[in-house]
């Protein structure tokens, strides 16, 4: 999966696309980790732009899970951004919202993280 | 049993983890809640204000979803009762059995889940136990079913000694994934992962299908375990889910707890082509409100989840009963 990763200083904005599900969540994984790997304190923030994702099941939710855990562990940053209204609702029925960071835009999410990677995004 | 032959199902008990009841607060505002939309209505008979309730109020405003632990009845067109698990609901249904038929020379079906104390709580308050004649049959695939039964008679947990138990009670040790003729009904247990293990157990009567699926933890990431769920729930006309957790909960802090989600019971039926979906094992923290809006929030997600076949949603309450 192309995740299409935008660098702004020390944040990494990535845009999966299409419906994260048991045929997809593999690869949302896999294409996931390197940016989870680096997602750390002094490191990489990084904020998932979800404009993009039409329909996430529990599989892709799990993965999100795991991933939040990965960067509160390394004491990284992140964040998922600009859910679409029916992927927002499988958030708030799942209660991902109650347990990962969720901004209604990716400039809302880069004004949490980081400043410095903003002023590049609103100067983009 | 006739290919055109009818289930009914009845739920005695719904409750997860330990039975609760509906607290003197609880029900003051709920009074308090209907007596105020009922102001300057006429409601002057019984008949007037139960058709008030009935259009006025939602469900938590008028009724409970009742705090029994697990007890379920498959009711078939033959004179035998079958039940899954004797949690407290099974005391309800005991007397209920007493109050209808002759108190002897009844035979009953239990199919176990598995032995812990919220599903076999029951048993020691089950009246038809203790009357000569009766004939109960209690199945299970776990090896120590009877000794948990026995060991909730046994001092100084209970005063009455298992062995003093009038009716004939038999266990029976069943296997899972094998198919069993019973009770006019065909029965397959299948394995679920749950602290010391736990059974779900599919039912079928001509062409009707039933799951009951309750004390299961669902690993999403494994697919072969998620097919093979899918496969045990294949077009049921009702799948009886655990849904005490949220799926964020179950995810994170409870995950490893053995219970599961409505979201992942929704997302098997939708896999399964199963019609009915029906929400079980209630979180006792949750009160009426709570599990009202769960069941609305799941109906919502069936909506904007759906392909082509709908999913009924239903949340099990205290009580309620299913023709299918
Ligand atoms: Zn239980
Ligand atoms: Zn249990």
Redesign the interface.
Known sequence: MDLRPKRYVDTVVLSPVGRIDHATSEDFKIALAPYMTRCAEGQDRVVLDFAGVEYISSVGLRVLMLASKQAKAQRGSLGIAALQPAVREIFDISRFTMVLDVFPSVREGLARLSPKALATFDAA | MPPDGRLTVKFWGTRGSIPVAMTSAEVRRKLIAALTRASGRKLETPEQAAAFLDRELDFAGSRTFGGNSSCVEIVTDRRDYVLCDLGSGARVFGNEVLGTRDASGQRFHAFMSHPHWDHIMGFPFFMPAYQAGNHIKIYGCHADLEEAFRGQHAAPCFPVDFSRLSATIEFVRLEPDREYEIAGLRVRPKLQRHGGDSYGYRFQAGDKVVVYSTDAEHK??D?TE?KAFAEFFRDADLVIFDSQY????A??IKEDWGHS????GL?LCQMAHAKRLCLYHHEPVSDDERIAALLA??R??EE??RTDRRVEILAAYDGMEIAL
Not at chain 2, 261 to 264: D, E, I, R, T
């Open positions: 999403q990431d697919l998620i949220s799926l964020a909960e995810t994170s989600s409505n979201v992942v997302e929030e799941t919502r997600l904007i989840t």
